[in-house]
Every structure is written in structure tokens, then in C-alpha cells.
């Protein structure tokens, strides 16, 4: 199934590709490759929430955060198609990389991020897998929980 | 215009490359592409300010950071241009990642990473246009504000 | 000689690749690349140490951290051997990213990062010397003190 289908199925509609808060693109496509920027977990141009991912109080919790990554990961889709001419022109995800907010202390980095990659394998399966790497960053831009880039090959 | 065309008319004079502080080197080439290490913002081989960014005292203000980024930036550059073969073989500038050592709670990122960005289009106009992520660290080599780092095409 | 004559010469065997803690894969090849996934300092499948690193009481060292580094590198071999068809199917090193889960205050991210990079060397000679971007994290998944990302290309 191509993955306009797939997003069909799973009754997901992108989102707009969100305005960068910089001097920047939103993705670039160039050779066989197409990348995104940093996405932040924006809901009509508005951030899902802010602050720090953790266990104590006042905090993010890691369901919500890895609900954040998932929408950052949308954000990611609506840019590489958007570079690509369409995420039928998307041939495989390659690599996904997150920072998330942290607070001292929190390492459970690796589950938020799963909010993103499993959005690549719902959407694209097994071209959907990819490497990654997660870490835990001191704060993200507009106070965001989560920052997710993503890199694609184009078909 | 060229981008030495334009560096000439900017009154800009890279710097010359800085020396790595490790066991690795300032930029490389290969196929189509050239990336830069993490470069800080050396002047004359040193550091121009230490501290985390930040909006309290002590810290180093949006600006100054800001101005560190496009330093940083144009570290990047003169790597650039010595793994290229000149600066005029860099085709397009394609992706930046800017690293910024930030006080707790500090949200600023993208606006300290607009002084690295604006330089790529000062320099490169529309081909200087580029996918970015912004995030803040707890810390950088030798206490640096920033680090930049940067891909770009050949030409 | 090749990169197996040299592991063989240094004594070294390549650990087995690492299960991913999240849903991704530890490495993946394209077109002429090799990329692994953010590796961790495991040895049997545990992690050699976690914590903060830093000059304080209770930090991992600089010098533990940065053998954990070269432990890291070791296992991104590894994976990189298995997703390019053997080490000796990979002719260049090209890029490492090492985070480093940083004492507030710690600026030694560079000696540390010197672990993974010197391993690239000890095997690959000229063509394991690389760019590289060294940070200060105030996390890491599971609590692992480094995490190191490379990128190769395929002979």
C-alpha cells in the first residue's frame, strides 16, 4: 500500500508544514534525499504543551511526551512531502533524530521517541525503519518537550 | 554573484581554519557533499566569550550568543571552503545544526541560531537557504556558548 | 591493511550488535552509506556504567567516560559491519556525533569524544579520521554517560 493509502486507513490527515521560528526551511530535498528541520509538537501552529519531560510533579509525563514526538513527527511528514512533491515521492525513512527536554535525572528518553518512529512503521512499515538517536537536552526552543528531524530518501 | 563576490562585498575575511580540539578534523568532502565538525566561536583561535545563554546575570545575553552563532558560522565557512577547494565550490548550503549551552529554562535557541542562518543567505542568497535544528545543551567543549555545524553541497 | 587485519593486530572482536531499546534499528546502509542508530556503552548487553560525567565526587571521570566512548564506538562498529556485509566492506569513516550526559559545568566533552575517535584511527588510518560534533547533554537513555553516533561510506 503506498503511503497516502496508509495515511488514509489510519485516518490521518497532515498537518500544514509549520512556519519556522528562524531564519530557515522547513525541509529541503536534494539528490535522492529529503530532510527536514527540527519540528517541534505543534497543533495549529500552537505547541501541544511546554516544559520538561520527567517523573516529578510539574512535569511532562513520558506518555504525553511520547504523544508530543508523535505529533512533531507528523510536522516531519507534512515537511519531507511537502519537499518531496508528496509522500507518495518518499521512498524510506532513514533516520530520525530526538532531543527532548529533560528533566535532571530522566532517561527514558528512548520511550518518547518511540512516539515517533512508530509513526514512520505505521505509515511506510518496513521502509518506515530507520536508525535514531534520543537524548535528553537542557530546553528546546518556544520551551517545547520534544524536537524531532527527520531524514528521508526519495523514490 | 559568487559567494566570494559577496563575502568581498560584505567586508567579510574568513578566518583561517581552526585547529580541532580532538582526533578529528575540521571538514570533510566526499561525492557531492562537505560537512564541518561542531565548530565554536574562535577568534583568532580563541574562544570570544565562555558561559551558558541565558536572560539572567551572568549569562551570555541573546545577542551576544547570536553574534558567537555567525562566528561560529563563519568557522564553518573557512572549513568549508578548505575541504571544498574554495568557497566558490559550495554549490548550496543544506543544513545547519547550532547547539547552544543554555541556562536552565531558557527557551531562545532559534534566535541565537539566526546569526549562523543569516550568514549562509548573507553569503549564499537563496542557495544559503537551509534545514536547521536548535537545541539547548548543558554544556559545550571548552565552555563554548555555541556550536555550529554545517552541510553543504559541492558545486 | 584491511580494517579486519587491523581489528585482528589490536585484539579486538566486535561485540555483538546491540538491541535497540526503542523501535528502530541499529544501523542501516543506502546507496553508499552506513549510518548506525545513537549507540550506548554496552558490554554483554549491560551498560559498562551510568551517570553524570564531571571532575565532582560521583561523576564518571574523563577517563572512564572516555573508554565508555570507545566501548560506544565499538558497538557502532559492530553494527555498521553488520548492515554494510563485514568491516571490510567499509572504506571511510566519515562523521561522529558523541553526547556526552554532562556535570553542570563540564567542558572536557572533547577528551571524552577522543575515545571513539581514536578507535576509528587505530582501525581505519587516514581513512578513519572523520568530522565530529562532541555536546554536553544533561541525559542519556538508560542513564549511559555517552552516546556515540557514526557515519561511513561502502568501498
Do not use: K, W
Amino acid at each position: 500500500m503506498t503511503a497516502s493509502g496508509r495515511l488514509a486507513e489510519l485516518g490521518i490527515v497532515l498537518p500544514a508544514v509549520a512556519t519556522p521560528v528562524g531564519a530557515y526551511v522547513p525541509a529541503i530535498a536534494y539528490g535522492t534525499v529529503v530532510r527536514t528541520s527540527g519540528q517541534l509538537p505543534l497543533e495549529g501552529g500552537v505547541l501541544r504543551t511546554t516544559g520538561l519531560v520527567g517523573e516529578g510533579p510539574g512535569c511532562v509525563s513520558i506518555d504525553d511526551a511520547a504523544s508530543c514526538a508523535r505529533t512533531a513527527a507528523l510536522g516531519a511528514l507534512a515537511a519531507l512531502a511537502e519537499a518531496a512533491g508528496g509522500v507518495d515521492a518518499i521512498a524510506r525513512i532513514v533516520r530520525v533524530v530526538g532531543y527532548v527536554a529533560s528533566e535532571p535525572g530522566f532517561t527514558g528518553q528512548a520511550a518518547v521517541l518511540n512516539g515517533a518512529s512508530t509513526l514512520m512503521t505505521d505509515v511506510f512499515g518496513e521502509a518506515g525503519r530507520h536508525v535514531r538517536s534520543a537524548v535528553g537536552v537542557v530546553s528546546l526552543p518556544l520551551g517545547a518537550p520534544v524536537e524531532v528531524e527527520v531524514e528521508a530518501l526519495l523514490s
